[in-house]
């Protein structure tokens, strides 16, 4: 097992390598970081575009910009952004504690709600239960993630208004100034997370619930749940210790390659209630130019992603014999 | 080959002696007008028409017939483990008791401990993540109130009965760590957990290699001798019945068209279509003789016309035959029934005064060879 | 439950009367067209998604007002004259979503020929010569899988994009990955196949092989796909559309139009609705239309009539 955890972890080391250099690549092919202030009015003087052109390393060639842009990462230094006086580690750090914190809760949520339905709805396939899931969960997925972020903050307004409290916030990721004591302190976090998770969650739930409820199917016709009941198990024994226990070993895998588009969906959610995470760094980031940041910020969820299908492949072997030790 | 009079597998002689009328307490299990149809785009498949049998304590009773004649059907309707669109009718009495109409967790508290299976094939029979003792001790702590030890010494000890070297051992093993014929065997400790009343074996051995089957019918005699059970042995091959059964029903379209001990069966068959089976078995007794293929395939069994389903593949095909159906008769005894217009006709008849030895047609196999390049 | 077939040969009947026992054989096509139609919902997406189709360029066409046409009405909410309401400067909305629902239509159509093209072609290549090939090959698609595909595309868009046909190339570069995974995992279980080894043990020409084989067997999946690229092309246009990176004006999608109206949500909610629901309805037809596909070409049919 710990061979085999080793074997993973060492097989990821490149694939993150040239992860790292075809976004550093593509960030730079991309955006130009001087062309903000090329094109101020009245035009920069070319001392202070000099300056610049030397402090962001643009006097050199894609190479060693890319080398040591990657051997600063190791000590901590992601490189110089367009604005000087910031820290790229210390502001993506900031905001991937933020949106880290959205992305796990909604994950949670949306995996409960999706293994809760996609038993339901399988064991009760083709009832009027099973229509309405599906249908809903159809509706979720044809669901521009936006477009449902932003009624779910109003009907969080109205709710406040109809209730004369700001129980549910609906801006934000935390008050501004943060209230005193650790309990209000934790309230405060709980009550702006609420609105975020929900719509993260519902919007990503619906592919797992198909695939959780497929998977259930399947199992649910092999011969050993068969077995199973001719041994004379209740149908809940047999449905929990069986049928559930062996489909839902592929969902993790499927959950694993579903993070990057959760973070494509945390990066949109994000915006509408505005919180300061990772989405909003992106968007600021590519809308300056800001070449380094936009790189960093790529490799962080590359990392994010590739962390994510390790710990899944090993719990895989965790929890299916047959891959174990493979 | 044995003939079956010479096998006794019950050691405690409970066995009635071939021939005797069974008396009424020794039947433990009985199926009556038996009907299970399946809803289809086509209308509804009427999988099993009406079958009655009665099962005797520490007998074998084997049940012969092509795929889709129903005989597996007819088990898992027994088992109640068909899928709810099945529309099953008919009483099936166990312990005076009709399991059709037993609540979910009555059921439940029958399969397994008083009526165990065993499925065709071993390879997709076991859970791939739990280990084989786990799987068995399942069975044993789904009946009886035991500590989880307990129920694994229970398992090792099963595997044990059924043959596994190293019991201890292969207790801890993963269904994928072994080979099909260890697999089989392992269904079979689970089968006889909790030493049932009876034990129904589907095409046990079908799925498995020709060197191996004849360990497993062992490792299933064993299970017998065990438990003690009563067994109902599914199958296709008469081969692997011969040696086993003490009586055999045979079954063709949903319905059975001939029951009877097995030397009835074997020596005296009064049906074209069992005798068409007998004609196309490879026999050891006599090497000179030649093999008799049945023309055709099995009917669909969907809006069946009326007549014998087997009329159209029948050498002794006449008018009646598309008219009527016949119905199961008794012939030279009151246990041997067949359900042929011309039964009594066929007394001392050999499958080749039946059946001709060459029907392929070469054109049609020509044809054939042509479409597939 | 063993699976009912409705395919029986004929009883070669050499003796006695000549009965029917069969129903009949179907061709694949009947069947897969028989099995679309029993798919409810399915089918009735399908019509919504015809009737919107031509809404949207037949009825753009014929309709009173001009996308992008100023008119005296500002801000008026939906009535006959305006089915749809008007913006603040007096634009017809109806003629705005209608324009709206053809650009992201093109795009998200662009983008599931574009990527299913690649990635069929880039995946089968992988599963059918297999080894270093195929491990070169998919590494390179697991590295495009890893990055999440909002991010690079708004990176690309912001410097690249704009307009319609830049959006549609920047999303089925991301795309072509995740379809190359799906077709190289078709290729690979229909090459173990029996019906294929069957095939080549009696002779059978690799042209035979893939053309009577493989294609046929392959389609199903492919087009399924496909029909759910075109969904997902859609949300991912909106979704760059409402972070800035999506299609710019002059041109316009839904995207844009629920972005530009999510400030008059409370005020003009007209504006923010109606383009919202036309996103939802493609997207919600097409993906029904792809599960009755998906259902239509399963071979493994086991549902039952109830």
Known sequence: ?326 | MTSPEEIDLSPNGSRPAAGSAPAKGDVVLEVRDLDVSFPSDDGPVRAVRGVNYALRRGEVLGIVGESGSGKSVTSMAVMRLLPNSAKVSGEVLFDGRDLLTLSEAEMTRVRGSRVAMIFQDPMTSLNPVYSVGAQIAEAVRAHHDVSKAAAMDRAVELLDKVRIPNAAERAHSFPHELSGGMRQRVVIAIAMANDPDVIIADEPTTALDVTVQAQIMEALSAAQDVTGAAMVLITHDLGVIAGQADRVMVMYAGKLVEAGTAEDIFYTPRMPYTLGLLGSLPRMDRPSERLTPIPGSPPSVVNMPPGCPFGPRCPKHAGICDETEPELRPTTSSEHLAACHFADSLAGAEAGDVFDTEVADPDALAALAKESQ | MPEITTQTRDPQVTTGTDREFTVGERSQAQLVFRRFLQHRAAVISLGVLIALVLLAYVGGALWKYDPGQYTPDNSVPPSWDHPFGTDSAGRDQFAQVLRGTRISLQVSVSVAILATAVGTLWGSIAGYFGGWVDTVMMRISDLVLTLPLIAVAAMLAHNFGGTWYLIALVIAALYWAYVSRVARGVVLSLREKEFVEAAKALGASDSRIILRHLVPNALGSILVNLTILVALAILIETSLSYLGFGVTSPDTSLGLLVSEAQTALTTRPWLFYFPGLFIIIIALTINFIGDGLRDAFDPQQTKVRQ
Do not use: C
């Open chain 1, 1 to 326: 097992m710990l061979a085999f955890a080793v074997r993973r972890i060492v097989y990821s080391v490149p694939v993150l390598i040239v992860a790292s250099f075809i976004i550093f690549w593509l960030g730079s092919a991309s955006a130009d970081p001087l062309a903000p202030l090329r094109e101020k009015n009245p035009p920069a003087p070319q001392n202070v575009i000099d300056a610049e052109t030397v402090r962001l390393h643009l006097d050199q060639s894609l190479i060693p910009r890319y080398f040591s842009w990657l051997g600063g990462i190791f000590t901590g230094n992601f490189g110089p952004s367009v604005v000087s006086t910031a820290s790229i580690g210390h502001d993506l750090g900031d905001r991937f504690l933020v949106t880290i914190r959205l992305i796990a809760v909604a994950m949670v949520i949306a995996l409960v709600l999706a293994v809760l339905l996609g038993v339901l709805t399988a064991v009760r396939q083709y009832s009027k239960f099973d229509y309405a899931a599906t249908f809903v969960g159809f509706l979720f997925l044809a669901m521009p993630a936006f477009w449902f972020a932003i009624l779910l903050k109003q009907a969080g307004v109205s709710f406040n208004l109809a209730v004369g409290s700001q129980a549910i916030s609906t801006i934000g990721q935390a008050s501004v100034p943060p209230p005193q004591g650790t309990g209000a302190y934790i309230l405060d976090i709980i009550g702006h997370m609420i609105l975020p998770t929900i719509s993260l969650a519902l919007i990503s739930y619906a592919a797992w619930s198909r695939f959780t409820r497929a998977s259930m199917l399947e199992v649910m016709n092999s011969d050993y749940v068969r077995l199973a009941r001719a041994k004379g198990l209740s149908r809940s024994q047999v449905m929990v210790k069986h049928a559930l226990r062996t489909a839902l070993i592929p969902l993790t895998t499927v959950t694993a390659l579903d993070i990057a588009s959760i973070i494509g969906g945390a990066v949109v959610t994000e915006n509408v209630f505005q919180w300061k995470g990772m989405g909003d760094y992106l968007v600021q980031s590519i809308r300056m130019n800001d070449v380094y940041a936009t790189a960093s910020w790529l490799l962080l969820a590359a990392t994010v992603v590739i962390v994510f299908n390790l710990i899944a492949d090993l719990l895989y072997g965790v929890l299916d014999p047959r891959i174990r030790y493979a």
